[in-house]
């Protein structure tokens, strides 16, 4: 049973330019998180989505981000005219939820580093 | 709101010896908690969990974690440190009456001393 798979791993974009991050759930699980961590920082969830769903967006910035999860396919978190200050890694994880309570499993994450 | 306190930015402890790395939690009614680590440049890792029962639990690479309701504590524990121990770890919560959502510390970065 594979992990859950994130794609790209690294990431460089200019600023003003898109980025597309993608995460693959593992097996099974229908439940997806995204969070992102800056450098020498913890991880800060931004959104929970189930397929064709988004549960929680909370801690995701109003502007220039968003995510989906379709019913086919992997999770895409979105970040449109990216800035310096989107630097960070980001990591998606997933869940089971039908038998709770479950942990959350990770990704490897994707860096992004913007120029 | 719910939410989740590590104390020590870095601990740093001599291989051989014990390591605890604390946590404190608050959250409105019973507590699931969580202990992750971070290798570099890797992703967390799920290391252990409480949920209900005995307070002592024991998880992956010889850590163990006690969960203290008095004092909404959480601390992560080993008897021997190995080298390879060294890490950032990460203690999390969840109120399981609120949502599926969990909410991590900012993490200790733990130093093992040759």
């Known amino acids: 049973n594979a992990g859950v798979m994130q794609n790209p791993r690294h990431l460089v974009r200019r600023r003003g330019q898109e980025a597309r991050l993608r995460c693959s759930p593992m097996?099974?699980?229908?439940?997806v998180y995204w969070y992102r961590q800056l450098p020498e920082e913890g991880l800060k969830f931004m959104v929970y989505?189930?397929?064709?769903?988004?549960?929680?967006e909370s801690g995701m910035p109003k502007e220039r981000f968003s995510a989906e999860f379709p019913k086919e396919g992997p999770s895409i978190l979105r970040i449109q005219q990216v800035v310096r200050g989107d630097s960070a890694a980001y990591f998606c994880a997933s869940s089971p939820v039908e038998l709770r309570p479950y942990e959350q499993y990770f990704g490897p994450g994707t860096r992004l580093t913007v120029t | 709101a719910q939410s989740v306190a590590q104390p020590e930015d870095q601990v740093n402890v001599a291989e051989g010896n014990p390591l605890t790395v604390k946590c404190t939690y608050s959250v409105s009614g019973n507590p699931y908690l969580f202990w992750y680590v971070q290798y570099p440049n890797r992703g967390l890792q799920f290391l252990l969990k409480?949920?209900?029962?005995?307070?002592l639990v024991k998880g992956s690479y010889g850590f163990e974690a006690e969960f203290n309701k008095s004092q909404t504590s959480f601390h992560l524990k080993k008897p021997s440190a190995l080298v390879s121990d060294s890490a950032l770890y990460f203690c999390?919560?969840?109120?399981?009456?609120?949502?599926?959502?969990?909410?991590f510390g900012k993490g200790t970065r733990l130093h093992i001393l040759p």
């Open positions: 999390a919560v969840r109120d399981p009456y609120r949502d599926d959502k969990i909410i």
């Open positions: 989505l189930q397929k064709e769903n988004i549960i929680d």
């Open positions: 409480y949920i209900t029962g005995d307070n």
């Open positions: 097996k099974g699980h229908s439940h």
